[in-house]
Nanobody
Framework: QVQLVESGGGLVQAGGSLKLSCAAS????????MAWFRQAPGPEREFVAT????????YYADSVKGRFSISRDNAKNTLYLQMNSLKPEDTAVYYC????????????????????WGQGTQVTVSS
């Protein structure tokens, strides 16, 4: 399995920006579709954004569309999430996740499809 480590979380005021990073190791990063999920206090981990192995296909949750941008640098084995116009309801622990896929069509949005997870990074947006 690929190992994942998130970074870049922190405390920011509403309307501000943060950029999360997810460093991958242990496997060929470009063989994996990647995603960001988040979990506020409570049982549900919700989908945020996903990107295919090449970066050419991306999907976003409606709640973040137009504010968040997912990207990847396969040469650096790193996934990113640029978060702009942050809102208090974006407060959560953010996780990156990976699933083996070289398909542009298989870019899952369900957490049950992902096999590798990072430990998470806390994002807190104050009002």
């Amino acid at each position: 399995q690929v190992q994942l480590v998130e970074s870049g979380g922190g405390l920011v005021q509403a309307g501000g920006s943060l950029k999360l990073s997810c460093a991958a190791s242990g496997r060929t990063f470009s063989n994996y579709a990647m995603a960001w999920f988040r979990q506020a206090p409570g049982p549900e981990r919700e989908f945020v954004a996903t990107i295919n192995w090449s970066g050419g296909t991306q999907y976003y949750a409606d709640s973040v569309k137009g504010r968040f941008s997912i990207s990847r640098d396969n040469a650096k084995n790193t996934l990113y999430l640029q978060m702009n116009s942050l809102k208090p309801e974006d407060t959560a622990v953010y996780y990156c996740a990976a699933v083996y896929s070289r398909s542009s069509r298989y870019v899952p949005q369900s957490k049950t499809d992902y096999r590798s997870w990072g430990q998470g990074t806390q994002v807190t947006v104050s009002s």
